[in-house]
């Protein structure tokens, strides 16, 4: 058997989406703190564009040794939440 050098890696789904807009700010705010991502679409709803719905679905991935950090980060709310921007604001709407 000839080795290859493949590292094979498991994955886990840590998000659903309700289509790829929300998908790539999740994928985002994971690979902007150096958790890699793949975002999985269902073929055949990509293909005809869809993006609501069974065939819309959209999953967020990640390795699995990330999976916890990747759930802890999407748990807490984001520093640019508009409700601190919104505090932090000088009056003007």
Excluded: C, F, H, N
């Amino acid at each position: 058997m000839m080795e290859t050098g493949l590292v094979v890696m498991e994955w886990k789904v840590v998000a659903d989406a309700s289509g790829p807009l929300e998908a790539a700010i999740i994928a985002g705010r994971l690979e902007v703190e150096g958790i890699p991502v793949w975002v999985r679409r269902e073929p055949a709803g990509a293909a005809i564009g869809l993006t609501y719905g069974p065939l819309g679905r959209t999953e967020i991935l990640v390795p699995a040794d990330r999976y916890g950090q990747a759930l802890e980060l999407l748990s807490t709310s984001s520093d640019d939440s508009p409700e601190d921007i919104d505090s932090e604001s000088d009056g003007v709407p």
